[in-house]
C-alpha cells in the first residue's frame, strides 16, 4: 500500500522551467537552447550548478561564474533565469487534495539558493521537504530520495514520486518508489499518481 506522495518543485509545481530558460535565451539575444546544452555539455557550467544545488556555491557566488560562461549581464541572474516559471495550480491543488485524504506529502528539490522557496505554501502543502541546499545532496544521488523517505516516516516502497525529468526517477524506482514522469500535463500526472495511491486527485 503506498500512502505517501514525494513531488520535485520547478517543472512539476510550476510550469516548464526549460520554457522559461528558453524566454531568458530570447531576451538575451542567446540561441533559445543556449542554458540547457550548456547544463548538459559544458562541464564548467554542469559543475557550477551542481555546486549551486549542493550549497556549496551561493547565489551571490553562482551569478557572476555563470554569466561568464554565457556571456550576458549578472545582475540578478536566477531571477532572470527563472522570470517566465509560474505555478502549476492544478499540480498545487492535486498535492493538497492527496494530503487531505489521508497521504503523507513531502517535496524534494534541487535548490537555486535557500531562499527560493514559500514558507506558507512549504507548510500548507508538505508533512516534510527536502532541498539539496540545505543538505549537502542533490537528486539523482540516491541519498536524497532515501532522506526524504525518512522525513515521511515511509519505506521508500510505500512512496509515489513524481518529477519533470527522467534521470531523476531512476533511483527512486531502483529503491522501490513508484515513479511518475511529468510532462506538463497535471490531469495526467494526477491521474496516474492518484492509480498508485488509490485516491482521486480531482
Known amino acids: 500500500m503506498r500512502t505517501g506522495l514525494i513531488v520535485d518543485y520547478g517543472g512539476v509545481l510550476t510550469s516548464d522551467v526549460f520554457a522559461s530558460f528558453q524566454a531568458f535565451c530570447e531576451a538575451e539575444g542567446l540561441p533559445p537552447d543556449a542554458v540547457r546544452d550548456r547544463f548538459r555539455g559544458d562541464p564548467e557550467a554542469r559543475e557550477l550548478l551542481f555546486a549551486l544545488e549542493t550549497g556549496e556555491l551561493t547565489e551571490a557566488q553562482f551569478e557572476p561564474r555563470f554569466a561568464a560562461v554565457l556571456e550576458v549581464d549578472s545582475a540578478q541572474l536566477i531571477d532572470r533565469l527563472f522570470g517566465g516559471m509560474e505555478p502549476d495550480e492544478a499540480m498545487l491543488a492535486g498535492v493538497r487534495a492527496a494530503r487531505r485524504g489521508g497521504v503523507r506529502t513531502a517535496m524534494l528539490s534541487n535548490s537555486w539558493g535557500r531562499q527560493r522557496y514559500d514558507a506558507a505554501m512549504l507548510a500548507e502543502l508538505f508533512d516534510a521537504w527536502v532541498i539539496s541546499g540545505e543538505v549537502g545532496l542533490r537528486k539523482p544521488q540516491p541519498e536524497i530520495y532515501a532522506l526524504a523517505a525518512e522525513r515521511l516516516g515511509l519505506a ?38 492518484g492509480e498508485h495511491l488509490h485516491i482521486s486527485l480531482r
Open 156 to 193: 521508500p516502497e510505500a512512496c509515489v514520486f513524481v518529477d519533470d525529468l527522467p534521470g531523476n526517477l531512476k533511483p527512486a524506482l531502483a529503491m522501490g518508489m513508484a515513479t511518475v514522469l511529468h510532462r506538463g500535463d497535471a490531469a495526467a500526472t494526477l491521474a496516474e499518481v
